[in-house]
């Protein structure tokens, strides 16, 4: 497939996945300077902006317990959104490279000095065989490559969960739950860093940090790509403002 790269260059030249421009690359500089990085104060438990570190947020509270620490590279907002999209569903897997080693980037202040296994948040089995590839694995893959970490394959989505998310936040934990199941085989890695795309209301990555800590895990800490607060359009509260005055609030 790659060795194909220069001619299919001439005849279609790379598109950046941001804006659309023909840039060569797959990011352009512009985009890649427009991302909505999260580099400030953060929720250590589900990653999102907060005005000061917080362990667990109003948005978080309960749900991603599982989860001992969870990094996002930005914000779920365009251009990274509408690069996620290209990379998922617009076969632009080559992505996943660059984008995981971005990730990669801001995890690794906070590894804390542990060597985790690197893992991904797996698409059903029919699923990947219809897209091709799984770009959550591709993206674990480059994580891993940038840390200097190994990555192996520790979870199996055994449902099926439909395309369309709900908006409805208990019909989303229900969809998620006992989807996953660890890999049969040797025993697991006590650590495990946990890699997908967007977390949004943090179900997902909630359900997968339970089947690793059933299975032997101690610690599962999570690097996404994107941090969705808006919750995928549910609600108001979720926004980013609402959670930074709720935390001021807080810490009054
Ligand atoms: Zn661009
Ligand atoms: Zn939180």
Redesign the pocket.
């Known amino acids: 497939m790659m060795s194909h790269g220069t001619l299919a260059e001439l005849i279609f030249p790379t598109r950046c996945a941001g804006c659309g421009g023909y840039a060569g690359r797959l990011l352009c500089p512009n985009c890649t300077a427009r991302l909505p990085y999260i580099r400030g104060p953060a929720?250590l438990?589900?990653g999102?902006p907060t005005l000061y570190e917080v362990e667990?947020?109003g948005?978080?509270r309960g749900r991603v317990r599982k989860l001992d620490l969870c990094r996002a590279l930005a914000l779920y907002e365009d251009p990274l959104r509408r690069a996620i999209h290209r990379m998922k569903y617009g076969g632009i897997w080559r992505l996943a490279r660059p984008l995981g080693f971005m990730a990669a980037t801001s995890m690794a202040p906070h590894l804390g000095g542990g060597a985790p296994c690197v893992t991904h948040v797996p698409m059903h089995p029919r699923r990947r065989r219809s897209r091709g590839y799984d770009h959550a694995e591709l993206l674990a893959r480059a994580v891993a490559e940038a840390l200097g970490l190994p990555h192996r394959t520790l979870l199996v989505r055994t449902r099926h969960a439909p395309t369309q998310a709900s908006s409805d936040l208990k019909a989303r934990r229900e969809n998620v739950k006992g989807a996953f199941r660890a890999v049969d085989g040797p025993r697991l890695p006590r650590e495990v860093l946990l890699v997908d795309d967007v977390m949004t209301t943090g179900y997902t990555l909630s359900e997968c940090a339970t089947a690793l800590k059933r299975a032997g895990g101690r610690s599962v800490a999570a690097c996404v790509l994107a941090r969705d607060v808006a919750e995928g359009g549910i609600g108001g509260k979720g926004s980013a403002l609402f959670s930074v005055q709720s935390a001021a609030r807080r810490c009054r």
Do not use: L
Request: positive net charge.
């Open positions: 929720c438990r589900c999102k667990e947020c948005q978080c």
